[in-house]
């Protein structure tokens, strides 16, 4: 009776470790969070200013949306290093259809997202079918893209000047046009829509249970017999096309595609993601944390271009912050064991 007991017990206590774990990163995050709004805030009066805080937000809308989307593999278990490039990818390809071909502007829009998903589905099959590390698959997805995205433009940046509407989707404000002492960018509209599909389906959805499942113990899913390259194949193109959307954003912020642009931003989507509470070990994570992390890497960034700080020097911080997400990560992995 009492080896039944600790039996019936012990997956309880460790699941409860778990959730006390991740609760307590999203806290310590978002305390982090209100800790670097007020010092920066001291430093400089410039900080606060509406401009400003808007400034934070259209930053934050981009990379929040590539954080979104690695969160999804990182559940897994997987890595995704090819978003950045993706991302420019998708937006060199959104340039194609509505510059180049002169189409409307939703074409653009889905072609963007079902670029997104395509190149998805492709780093997805490299990794559950042909059983190459996500590592080494989507840093070889991330150099084709590279590639592609500078032949396809011819290496030159793709204006979007003839397509009305485009800069509104990320610059526009629907919301301040009903409060106008609200001028909260499309962008952020739209990251807040994405976050709580995904949120959605994480936790609603037989997609989002098996995204944990696969994190958790891929074989014990695969043994109770779960096509589990399939499920994983999906997970890495809905990634893929919320990526699709971060490239529209940026594409609409800059109103242009830039096909040399990308790199370096799956780094700080990484690093947002493991700052948010979300495990590179798989099995664990939320979009809210993911969130959070994205706006403390752009508080971040933004507060220390407020106080003049160099660009090399606010590298240096990016970098050393990666490292302490990731050490971080492996302290709550020892505690929660």
């Known amino acids: 009776m009492t080896t039944t007991t600790t039996t019936t017990h012990a997956p309880k206590s460790a699941v409860s470790r778990i959730v006390a774990a991740g609760t307590h990163q999203r806290v310590l995050a978002f305390t982090s969070l209100i800790i670097l709004l007020i010092g920066f805030s001291l430093a400089s009066p410039n900080f606060m200013q509406t401009s400003n805080m808007i400034a934070i937000l259209q930053a934050t809308s981009v990379n929040g949306v590539l954080a979104v989307a690695v969160t999804l593999v990182i559940i897994t278990g997987g890595i995704d290093l090819s978003i950045g490039t993706m991302m420019t990818f998708c937006a060199v390809i959104t340039g194609v259809v509505l510059t180049y071909a002169g189409l409307p502007l939703l074409l653009g829009v889905i072609a963007a997202i079902a670029t997104g998903a395509g190149c998805g589905l492709a780093s997805g099959t490299f990794v559950a079918k042909m059983k190459i590390p996500p590592f080494i698959a989507t840093l070889g997805m991330m150099l084709i ?34 409060l106008p ?37 891929e074989e014990a899913v695969r043994l109770s017999g779960v096509n589990t390259d399939r499920w994983k194949i999906a997970i890495y193109a809905m990634s ?32 947002a993601v ?21 706006l403390i890497m752009a508080v971040l960034t933004n507060g ?32 929660s064991s």
């Open 274 to 294: 493991v700052i948010g509470g979300t495990s590179l070990s798989g099995g664990r994570g939320t979009i809210l944390g993911s969130l959070i992390g994205a």
């Open 181 to 217: 002492l609200l001028p909260i960018p499309n962008g952020v509209l739209i990251l807040f829509i994405v976050a709580g599909l995904a949120a959605y389906i994480l936790g609603r959805t037989v997609l989002g249970r098996y995204c944990y499942a696969l994190g958790s113990n």
């Open 145 to 178: 893209l590279k590639g592609l995205s500078l032949v396809i433009s011819g290496t030159r940046p793709i204006y979007f000047n003839d397509t009305p509407g485009f800069s509104e989707i990320s610059r526009g404000s629907l919301i301040g046009k009903v």
């Open 304 to 335: 220390l271009r407020v106080l003049s700080v160099a660009q090399e020097w606010q590298t240096v911080v990016t970098g050393a912050i990666i490292i302490l997400a990731v050490y971080a990560d492996m302290m709550r992995r020892k505690r």
């Open 240 to 271: 893929g096309s919320i990526v699709g959307v971060a490239g529209l954003l940026i594409a609409s912020r800059l109103n242009s595609a830039q096909p040399a642009l990308g790199l370096g931003y799956e780094l700080e989507a990484i690093a």
